[in-house]
């Protein structure tokens, strides 16, 4: 029998080397994330692996997964125990290598197999180890499959099978780099920054724009895992802001900047200005509901208003619906809705055919993005920015909330509100116009003013974001008056970034 796996366990001792240590906070609303050794062993990361076979099995679906890693010092020994646990439980493993996670989502339908499971922490800093999984292509794991995981591993309900394999599938990125650039070359010669941050993304990015017809100026696409710049997250200033620097240095036509798993995107225009990807998100949407008339659009709650109230889109006839914040939510809202596409502010882009496939890749929305300019000749990316209607953002601005008590504080935010509501108490001065309650709280008031408050799905964090379409000083007042309601909770720490 495998040992239950305990929630603590010193490093350096008997116990440590020989049993399995798994903290519960790990597994998130839609992946698992772990500090490597401080929360999880390599015994903790097998008895995963054991857990999802089970679990894969108790879904009826077939025991055949694909796995990969990313570029972090310890990702690939995690991989191979993750394995160990997968092989015990009968499952037959694909084993593509060094991966961006999006390649491992496109290896199940390469290779016509169910189930994956991509190592990875995406964007977290170094340190951190984590999981993506999913029973049914395209779609990741939400609350239910990771609440039954969950369960499976603490509580050790493991069934060992025979049956398991290995197969190693050499060389696997040329036939997912070969799938992206099956397509004509742009007709417009774009010069183009691609940011990397030294992730994952840095092994693939360059030679697929150059395919499409790109002028490529790398940038921090040498792989390390030290992170020796900045972490790779295209929401975070420090590597915006270097992007921007090589923007303009080389002048370039748009910056483009990769996390650390290659699932996101993020976009610098030739100016030197970061555009939220919310923003690109509205912008797309403009050029792909020209093409494509009546389309729907999902976006998560975090992203700007102009969705709705964009005149284009609305004389385009198009649709759109807000939605939880998540890769795992909005996948699967964009697939239920048969949506062309979806749009999270992180960077996350879900394109269902004919642009992709449904799940999120970086590369997949970079790609459209320069298809995007191909389509407007004479117009730069800040021309196509500026043609949207103003408004005033914030960056995605997380303070420190502990795992065990974020989801008891926004319970708290939200009933403030609602009672805010009822009560017709003023927010930043106004009255609220409407909540959305789907995740968090987002308030918004009569002048289109909003504010939101949710918990963070894989970090100990509070997520915070504003925006407002009337000045920069109601974007302001909107941080205040949700920042106000947040200092009445002493378990909130400090800001990762504020404006």
Known sequence: MFP??????????????????????????????????????????????????ALIAELGQKQEIVTGHDFRGYSASIKYALMTGLMAAGCKVHDIGLAVTPMAYFAQFDLDVPCVAMVTASHNDNGWTGVKMGASKPLTFGPDEMTRLKEIVLNAEFKNKAGGSYQFHENYPARYIADLTNRPKLKRKLKVVVACGNGTAGAFAPQVMEAIGCEVIPLDTELDHTFPKYNPNPEDMEMLHAIRDAVLEHKADVGLGFDGDGDRCGVVDNAGEEIFADKVGVMLARDMSAVHKDATFVVDVKSTGLFVTDPVLQKQNAKTTYWKTGHSYMKRRTNELKALAGFEKSGHFFFNAPVGRGYDDGLVSAIAICEMMDRAPGKTMADLKEALPKTWSSPTMSPHCADETKYGVVAAVVKHFEDAQKKGDKVAGQSIRDLVTVNGVRVTCEDGSWGLVRASSNKPELVVVVESPISEARMHDMFEAMNVVLRTHPEVGAYNQTI
Do not use: H
């Open 4 to 53: 239950k796996p305990k929630p603590l366990l010193v490093p350096n001792t008997y116990a440590y080397e020989s049993e399995p240590m798994v903290k519960a906070t790990g597994f998130r609303e839609y992946d698992a994330r772990w500090l490597f050794g401080k929360e999880i062993n390599l015994m903790g990361i097998q008895a995963l692996g054991m857990g999802l076979g």
